[in-house]
């Protein structure tokens, strides 16, 4: 057992300019101090305090020695003209060894700051060191340090040595035994002369060197427990969970492709004789279509004659052979059309009252393919230049803590927080794997699919050329990457959550549901859609905004005032495209067409004559879409809330759910069907993200505060022992985006065989 002495001092005198001045020699070290004792708080405001009660470093027997008695000298002096009382005391601490998994409570103050000795047991590599106050103030410091002389024990001083966090009700530090090559150390507490540092009101006055005593009476009641952390074979576990839980989704991929493999197999082994197209011309399917049909089939059939001014058109989806897909100067102008009458076709087409997939799938099938190619291109390039500076920053923070000690750099949650390396939280980075092995099972899925469409591109398969949705696959390849790079930033982030670099951890959020938002859309609308630079120079400015808003978001009314503008406006305009499919265009500047456009559509439709909107479906969808986001806009206006990326995040999930909603009822009133995959799909999605959202919104730190009161909301892991709230939604997260994307991927296989002239755009 190791000893300990105390020294408490008092003196009444309160004359600064001639205080006691108090010096202790030990055999390994001198401390001093003086009465009063003076601290410094904010605006350089002085404290004052007659009482002081400091630990001396201790002795511990030695085996050659054994016990002996301590020799202490202890100097009183002070340079007054008179006479000073002062009362001096020196005690023998009971308890000054702490043990493992057993609660020890004491009292501390500014003057009087305790530290206490803790010794690794033989069989535990690794402990949690847990504090407890029941009341918030005053503000303290829970800091470790190593076995040496002297301790830092005073609010100036106690952050140059060890690692420390500031406290309110709760702190936990993680200590591991390699840390500490004699195997202990000491657990210092000490109380702060001032709260701002945990959230507390800043003093009012900050003018004066007057000197304070309002907050002597600074006594904080602490209770603190030493317990084992998990040992190295939870680790190993808690991986083989991650990992066997995600590579079940690749089992069950497989299960379903061999399924759909065998059941694709035997229809192909049924003759089904020959297939009647548009109820005139009868072809066998395993020859190639010639331009033979008669003159009264439909737009979008297998081949047109007669129906554009007496010459044949052969049909936009043929194109040359799949050979020759190759590229070209030529073929790389994205935008160009192959039709030399689609230009002038474009107004009176895409303005029918009546559209159907046929209208707006005219242009070259292989043009449009690499058109949306250039979306995968694109965000690879994105995720490259990103993430590197984002790696190399992260691992900076993570230096930093681990050489300062300054837990309150980090917002984790410290009662389940579990090292690795020079990792903190190794946890929160493993759980976010799901993202990354997901997104890459998509990529293979989305292959698959690809591959299979390429061979019946080369068969000339009817059903591929002209039914269906025309398949393009750019996008759901963006969408794998942005799932996979969710995960690696999302990593990143919570290697050292904080303030400065939370968007980090939504910026791919932003792009996937912008890229699920555009793939809906593209779905019906192939000829129109925005262009993978438009795209991707919308989300650079919506991650510029969202960087403005965490410099000027907290409390600058002007920003918001602003951005709600800038909302409200880029949702008319948008709106504007929709309704008119993109044929809709901005007149010069002083004319502020669209606007203008807009105030004419409203005044003739609903104050001259009060007609029925054009395209009810879409005016409907249009206007909800607006309330949305203007109540939006009106709630950051008034609210103004800190976490501005969130609320981003917020605008775009609601957009993309009120679109998919949309969507399915549209399909659904269309008389379309849901195939059992898009359907279990929808559940699925339902379901999961249910749950991701239940543990989301258990909060287990806020940057949005202080350290020390973040630290009030942590809590200990709920998942063997080594997962908290917050990974089991990185989890569930991950699962869900799986899931949505698979929803996109599937929701319109049941139209591989209706003709494209008989599918709605809406």
């Known amino acids: ?249 690749y089992l069950g991929s ?31 399917s395993s020859h190639p279509i010639t331009a033979s049909t008669p003159e009264g089939s439909s737009y979008g059939a297998i081949d047109e004659s007669g129906s554009s001014g007496g010459h044949q058109l052969s049909s936009p989806e043929r194109g040359p052979p799949a050979g020759s897909d190759t590229d070209s100067s030529v073929e790389e102008e994205s935008d160009f059309d192959t039709m030399p009458e689609i230009e002038s076709d474009k107004n009176v087409i895409r303005t029918k009252v009546f559209l159907y997939l046929s209208d707006l799938s005219r242009k070259d099938r292989r043009i449009v393919s690499k058109k949306y190619k250039i979306y995968f291109w694109n965000i690879i390039t994105i995720a490259v230049f990103y993430a590197l500076p984002v790696i190399q920053l ?14 309150d750099i980090c917002y984790y949650n410290f009662l389940c927080a579990h090292p690795l390396g020079v990792l903190s939280a190794f946890n929160n980075i493993l759980s976010n794997v799901g993202h990354m092995l997901l997104g890459f099972l998509f990529l293979l899925i989305v292959l698959r699919r690809d591959i299979l469409h390429r061979r019946a591109m080369e068969m000339k398969d009817v059903y591929t050329l002209d039914y269906g949705i025309p398949k393009h696959f750019g996008l759901f390849y963006a969408m794998g990457i942005a799932l996979m790079m969710e995960g690696v930033l999302s990593a990143c982030y919570h290697v050292c959550p904080n303030y400065s670099n939370f968007q980090f951890d939504t910026s791919f959020m932003y792009m996937i549901a912008g890229l699920c938002m555009l793939k809906l859309y593209q779905t019906r609308h192939p000829d129109i859609n925005a262009s993978a630079y438009s795209a991707y120079a919308s989300f650079a400015v919506v991650i510029c905004l969202a960087v403005l808003g965490v410099v000027f978001g907290k409390n600058d009314m002007w920003f918001w005032v602003i951005f709600s503008m800038i909302h409200v406006l880029a949702s008319l305009a948008l709106s504007t495209q929709i309704y008119y499919m993109g ?90 069907k849901l195939l059992p995959i898009p359907l279990f799909c929808i559940v699925a999605t339902a379901v999961v993200w249910a749950a991701a959202l239940y543990f989301f919104f258990q909060t287990l730190s806020s940057w949005e505060e202080t350290p020390a009161e973040s630290r009030e909301k942590n809590r200990p892991c709920i998942l063997l022992g080594f997962f908290d709230d917050h990974d089991i939604w990185h989890f569930l997260s991950a699962a ?20 494209r002239d008989k599918i709605p755009v809406f």
Not at 254 to 259: K, Q, R
Not at 739 to 755: E, G, N, Y
């Open 394 to 407: 992260v691992i900076t923070y993570q230096t930093v803590v681990n050489v300062t000690g300054n837990q």
């Open 583 to 672: 044929r809709f265009k901005i007149g010069k500047c002083s004319d502020l067409g669209i606007f203008r456009r807009a105030a004419m559509v409203l005044y003739t439709d609903c104050i001259q004559q009060c007609s029925r909107p054009m395209y009810m479906d879409r005016m409907v969808l249009l206007i909800v879409g607006n309330l949305v986001n203007w109540s939006f806009a009106i709630f950051g206006l008034v609210y103004r809330p800190r976490d501005f990326a969130s609320y981003i995040l917020g605008i775009f999930i609601c957009n993309l759910l009120l679109y998919l909603a949309f969507y399915i009822i549209m399909k659904l009133r269309s008389s379309e």
């Open 736 to 755: 869900a985006l799986f899931f949505s994307f698979l929803v996109l991927l599937t929701l319109d296989d049941d139209l591989d065989a209706v003709r």
């Open 254 to 284: 497989v299960v379903v492709a061999f399924v759909h493999y065998i059941s694709t197999d035997m229809k192909l082994t049924v003759p089904f004789g020959s297939v009647s197209i548009a109820g005139s011309g009868i072809m066998t």
């Open 1 to 249: 057992q190791v000893d300990a002495v105390r020294v408490y001092v008092n003196s009444s005198s309160e004359n600064l300019q001639y205080p006691v001045l108090f010096v202790v020699r030990q055999q390994k070290g001198v401390l001093s101090w003086q009465v009063p004792l003076i601290f410094r708080g904010l605006y350089q405001r002085t404290y004052n305090y007659q009482e002081v009660s400091r630990t001396l470093c201790p002795s511990e027997p030695t085996p050659e020695t054994g016990p002996s008695d301590q020799i202490i000298f202890v100097d009183v002096s002070s340079m007054a003209p008179f006479n000073i009382a002062y009362e001096l005391l020196v005690t023998r601490l009971e308890n000054f060894q702490l043990e493992t998994n057993k609660a020890f409570n004491f009292t501390a103050s500014p003057s009087q700051p305790q530290y206490f000795l803790y010794k690794f047991p033989q069989d535990v590599d690794s402990v949690i060191i847990k504090v407890v106050s029941d009341a918030v103030y005053p503000c303290s410091v829970v800091s470790v340090q190593d076995i040496v002389c002297p301790v830092y024990d005073l609010d100036h001083n106690v952050e140059f040595n060890g690692v420390y966090q500031s406290m309110t009700k709760q702190a936990a530090i993680t200590v591991q035994r390699k840390d500490f090559p004699g195997e202990q150390f000491f657990v210092v507490f000490v109380i702060k002369p001032e709260d701002y540092a945990c959230g507390g009101s800043v003093p009012s006055s900050i003018h004066g060197n007057v000197n304070r005593t309002w907050n002597l009476q600074r006594m904080k009641n602490l209770q603190v427990t030493i317990v084992p952390s998990i040992k190295k074979s939870v680790y190993v576990q808690a991986m083989f969970f991650s990992f066997l839980s995600f590579l079940s989704f």
